[in-house]
Every structure is written in structure tokens, then in C-alpha cells.
């Protein structure tokens, strides 16, 4: 019987990674869609065009996944949080938007952050999906459609994947803390995950299919740390014209265009200048908290409805936190 967790997490808000040069990974995020929201000597505060100050914190120093951070309810959840084994005392986030933070380090040593009270930023644009003229549903009549090419629209940070040691015990520790629910797990056998997609528990209201994939690191050369970080565009225009615009300007391809199976999220995979995977996506489902899980075999076929195969490359741990 599950216990009450300490607190139901929201959202994501950020990950923070640490590459070697900000130069280079501010250019590589400009031309993946974001704006830088402040930069000082030695952290990178990017940001997309949605209200959140800043939806990627880059730190200077040896490649590295340093963690990430839970958007949660309310300043007593914070004080939950902070009077629970392993967390550290409430104190102000000295970033843009400021708030309040509270902190902890997961079983495999990722640093997670749980924050509350960021203030809000004037949306960039009004991160409006186009309108269609498609099945019984036209929506732009007398209207054309003109794309701009561009860097995709980035409205949020979305999910991330973490490849971990034990999927079962990091999926409890997440869910004791963070009342995370299970979406979809991927059985390598019969209550032996080598997969599980886990959501935010917004009660009634819908929460992304997943904001942490929690995928075994046996599958990635059996080192813990990140898969992949993925943030959510406008629309599928957004996944296209963005893949332009980074072919254009010479970035990596790791896979894509296709529609994931579990999430359903229209995606699309970029490495960084020192190989993080970075996703856009779109369309993913949405889900409340009465949602149960399911339960798929490994290996059930394709892993996307359409699109490429994935490359063998592709969610293998990069630069596990030293
Ligand atoms: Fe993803």
C-alpha cells in the first residue's frame, strides 16, 4: 500500500548542466530557441518563450548533469520538504524571479531542487499553436499560413530522462517525496521494470504523460546520470522549422522527427556542443491522477508510431556527475 508522499510536485522548472565553455552553449541554445535571461562569470540563465525567467541554468566547470528542479504548491511544501530527512533548509533562490528553494541528492547522486514562488516574465510571444485548416476542424479561414523560419518556439522545460541504478527504488524515493504517479512502465519482466514514465499528481487536473522518464542504466553502459532534457515547443510547425533552422547552422542530430508510442509527444533529439541530448516536443498526452499505469513488455515493437528507428546512440549516459 503506497504511504502519503511528503508533497505533490507540479511541474518541472529547470535542469542545471555544467559544460566548459557558456559561450558555446549559449549559441547552441540560441539556435535550439532560447534567450539568454541573465549571464554572470560563471552560470547561464537561459530562457524560452513562456513565463518562466529562466528554463535552463548552465553552470561553467567539467561537462556534467548536476540535477534538476520541481516546481511545487506552496510555501508550506517547501517547509515539508525541509523539515524531512536529507533536505536541506529553505532559502532563497539567488536567480532571476527569485523565490524559494529547498533541496535534496537522489539515490544516484543527482541534486534535486524543489522551488516555489519564481516570479513570473512577460511571455516572449503569445506561444499560440498556428491554426489548421485540417480534418472537420478549419480554423484559419481567409488567412495564410507563413511560416518563419527560425528557432522553434521553446514554451517550457518539460520532462528528463535520467538513466538510474534501481528503476524500482528510484521511482519510490521520487514518489515518497514528490507524490509522483506512474504513467507507463516498461517490463523487462513480469514486476521488473527496465522503464517507468512518471507524472506530476495534480488530482483532476491533467499533468504531462511524464516529467521524469526513470530508465535503467543497464540499458546505458550501466552509468547513472542524465538521458536526455526535453522541453516543449508551440507546434509542430515548431518541431520542423526548428530542425531547420539547427541543420542550418550545423548542430547534431541525434533523432528525429517522429511520435513517440508512451507520451505520444510529437519529438525531436539535439546534442549539445559536448553530446546532452536536448528534445523538442509537442501534442504529448495529458493525464490526471485517476489515470492507472500500463504495463508493456521491452521490446513491443517500435518505440515511436512513426518516424526513424532509434539510434543505438541515443539515451546513453554522457557525462555522469563526478
Ligand atoms: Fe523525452
Known sequence: MATEPIIKAQDMAYPR??????????????????VRAE???????????????????????????LGFA?????QADLDSLAASPGFAPVEAIDAPGGGWKTSSVDLDGNLVEAVFGIAPV??????????????NDFQR???????????????????????????????????QRFGLLQSDRVNI???????????????????????????????????????????????????HVGRE???????????????????????????????????HWTDGDQLDASAPAGDHPIGLGRISQWGPDMPQTFGRTIAPQS
Not at 548542466?17 to 530557441?33: H, I, N, R, S, T
Not at 549571464?39 to 553552470?59: E, K, Q, W
Not at 520541481?70 to 506552496?74: A, C, F, N, P
Request: proline share 6%; charged share 20%.
Open 17 to 34: 548542466l555544467q559544460v566548459p565553455d557558456l559561450d558555446q552553449m549559449e549559441a547552441f541554445l540560441a539556435d535550439f530557441g532560447m
Open 39 to 65: 549571464r554572470r562569470s560563471n552560470v547561464l540563465f537561459m530562457r524560452g518563450d513562456g513565463p518562466a525567467p529562466y528554463t535552463h541554468v548552465i553552470h561553467q566547470g567539467e561537462p556534467a548533469f
Open 122 to 135: 512577460d511571455p516572449l510571444s503569445d506561444l499560440s499553436a498556428r491554426a489548421l485548416n485540417m480534418g
Open 141 to 175: 479561414i481567409g488567412a495564410l499560413q507563413r511560416i518563419k523560419s527560425g528557432p522553434s518556439r521553446i514554451k517550457r522545460f518539460g520532462h528528463l530522462a535520467l538513466n538510474v541504478t534501481d528503476v524500482l527504488g528510484a521511482v519510490a524515493w521520487y514518489s
Open 245 to 279: 533552422f539547427l541543420r542550418s547552422k550545423d548542430r547534431t542530430p541525434e533523432w528525429g522527427i517522429g511520435r513517440h508510442l508512451l507520451g505520444s509527444q510529437v519529438f525531436d533529439y539535439w546534442r549539445d556542443p559536448w553530446g546532452h541530448i536536448h528534445e
Open 70 to 74: 520541481l516546481s511545487v504548491s506552496s
Open 189 to 239: 519482466a513480469p514486476g521488473q521494470p527496465g522503464a517507468i514514465f512518471a507524472r506530476c499528481d495534480r488530482g483532476s487536473e491533467p499533468a504531462d504523460h511524464h516529467s521524469v522518464l526513470f530508465a535503467s542504466a543497464m540499458g546505458a553502459g550501466g552509468i547513472a546520470g542524465l538521458n536526455h532534457l526535453s522541453w516543449e515547443v508551440c507546434d509542430i510547425d515548431d518541431v
